[in-house]
């Protein structure tokens, strides 16, 4: 199937030239891909005012892996109880939202 023509007010036709340093393209580059966005997108959203969802991006350290592996197998663990028919531990809701404000808006 052929994807309809845009109404000529709407077709992107004219490019804008930028020059930026290495390190500019490598970090626009970088922002782009964490957003899922072509460089070209993603500088017109920006540039427009218009939202650009970016993911965070975390480094984690040896004992913070070990750290979140624990939680993983914790939440494995919540996750099988009811599953299994059985009532969920207490206080699984409260360790669930306290979870959630530790990760602090990680995407």
Avoid: D, W
């Amino acid at each position: 199937m052929v994807r309809p023509r845009q109404p000529e007010a709407e077709r992107r036709s004219r490019a804008i030239s930028v020059r930026v340093t290495t390190a500019e393209a490598a970090e626009i580059a970088e922002r782009a891909g964490a957003a899922r966005m072509t460089k070209g997108s993603y500088m017109r959203r920006r540039e427009l005012g218009q939202p650009v969802r970016e993911a965070a991006v975390h480094r984690l350290g040896a004992r913070e892996r070990v750290e979140l592996q624990r939680i993983g197998v914790n939440l494995n663990q919540i996750a099988r109880a009811p599953n299994s028919g059985a009532s969920a531990p207490a206080g699984t809701l409260e360790a669930v939202e306290r979870v959630g404000e530790l990760a602090g808006g990680v995407s």
